[in-house]
């Protein structure tokens, strides 16, 4: 591994650990404060792919993969109130969102970017979170995928209410999932002018 990409491993390790931690803790009803964290993965991927290339940023990505399969692993030996605080279902879910949605944002961010500066960034985020969103949150508690992990009940995210207590009736974890996508498309929103900010201080060429 290069030095100069050191820094974004560092930085995508940094962001994979603080959000399996804060994951565990609730912001408000429909929110863990793990969801204000996830995305600056994506910020830190667009960078690495903007300075360096799409193969630099795959390689990131797979260090920050590496480090989430550590600590699942990890959350699956602590045993919390109600069983292992990360569960197969979730581990699963979890490693190949992650794999997935960062995958796809590097391929897309490569594609776009000679366009406009905010267009890689903007585009490869919105679809790379959408479909971090839909993976996850699918394979983790979707009753139709039970099979994958028998002894896990998760009745309580497949309880019928209006979506975000004010929408159609839907199972929890979709209220759960709407909530989550949208803040990661607020903050890849947000995350343009970090992005702009840091590629006109350090690189020599238009962003």
């Known amino acids: 591994m290069t030095r100069?990409?050191?820094?974004?491993?560092?930085?995508?390790?940094?962001?994979?650990?603080?959000?399996n931690i804060l994951v565990q803790h609730l912001f408000g009803q429909w929110l863990t404060w793990g969801?204000?964290?996830?995305?600056?993965?994506?910020?830190?991927?667009?960078?690495?792919n903007r300075f360096y290339g799409a193969k630099a940023a795959?390689?990131?990505?797979?260090v920050g993969f590496g480090v989430g399969l550590i600590c699942s692993f990890i959350g699956t030996q602590i045993i919390g109130e109600v069983g292992p605080l990360v569960t197969l279902r979730i581990a699963v879910g979890s490693g190949?969102?992650?794999?997935?949605?960062?995958?796809?944002?590097?391929?897309?961010?490569?594609?776009?970017r000679h366009g406009s500066w905010w267009r890689a960034p903007l585009a490869s985020t919105l679809v790379g979170?959408?479909?971090?969103t839909a993976i996850f949150f699918t394979i983790a508690f979707s009753a139709g995928l039970t099979w994958l992990e028998p002894?896990?009940?998760?009745?309580?995210?497949?309880?019928?209410?209006?979506i975000l207590g004010v929408g159609p009736n839907a199972p929890l974890w979709v209220s759960l999932a709407v909530a989550d996508w949208g803040v990661k498309?607020?903050?890849?929103?947000?995350?343009?002018?970090?992005?702009?900010l840091i590629v006109k201080r350090f690189s020599t060429t238009p962003a």
């Open 151 to 162: 002894g896990n009940d998760v009745s309580w995210a497949t309880e019928v209410l209006p």
């Open 185 to 196: 498309l607020l903050l890849a929103i947000v995350a343009l002018v970090p992005f702009r």
């Open 129 to 132: 979170a959408s479909a971090d």
């Open 96 to 112: 190949l969102a992650f794999l997935t949605a960062q995958l796809l944002d590097v391929s897309i961010f490569d594609k776009l």
């Open 4 to 19: 100069h990409l050191l820094p974004g491993v560092l930085a995508m390790a940094a962001i994979v650990v603080a959000s």
């Open 58 to 62: 795959r390689l990131v990505v797979l």
């Open 35 to 48: 969801a204000f964290t996830y995305p600056l993965a994506f910020l830190v991927t667009d960078l690495i």
